[in-house]
């Protein structure tokens, strides 16, 4: 039953992040121009060795969740398990989502895929982002700055389109700067997944189909 309790807390996750989107992520996120955090001195991050910051990193992204819905599900044989090979590469291109079930009136609030990768709710519909180092349609192109800027701002590059629910940005902007240099070194070691994540679809789209 712990899969049962890790999507309750994922949901909890989505309704937090739902009730910060909108103007008030952008109000109080902290701009490109904060000073660097002053919890781990800069000079610790750069004189941390390489691998270091990786096991660190890889630290983070496990106990942060982010292979909760980074990493596609699949049926195992003790039921849905994270999908070993292709961790951390976001919704998978093949599986074409058919619209998402229209909720009645009432207090549920959204739906998620079996993969647990797409989600539907009034935000519309969002896919899980491939965050694994391939260039065209992962991170690999990312600068340490850029993934720092979008996690910190909640806009893709730190400038581009507000990124939706439920990724967790209210709770994972307090990542302070060696945290979230050390995430990004350990997602540029992890294998290499081609994988191109659809674009979401607006709440209109969404309920007109
Ligand atoms: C509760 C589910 C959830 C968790 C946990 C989660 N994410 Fe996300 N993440 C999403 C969704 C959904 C999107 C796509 C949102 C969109 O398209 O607007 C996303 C998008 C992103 C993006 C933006 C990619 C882009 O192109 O702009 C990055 C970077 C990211 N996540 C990194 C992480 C990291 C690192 C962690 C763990 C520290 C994490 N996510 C944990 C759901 C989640």
Known sequence: MSRLVASTSVLSFAVASLAATGLSVAADAPGRTQPPSTIVPATAKEAAPAADRIARGRYLVDTGGCGDCHT????????????????LSGHPESLKMPPAPKLPAGPW???????????????????????????????GSWSAQQFADTMRTGKHLGVGREILPPMPIPAYKNFNDADLDAIFAYLQSIPVVKNRVPAPLPPAAAAKK
């Open 72 to 87: 596609p599900l699949t049926i195992g044989k003790n039921g849905p398990e994270p999908d070993a090979t292709r961790l």
């Open 109 to 139: 609030l959204a739906v998620v895929s079996a993969t647990n990768t797409a989600w539907s709710g009034p935000w519309g519909v969002s896919f899980t982002a491939n965050l694994t180092p391939d260039t065209g349609t992962g991170l």
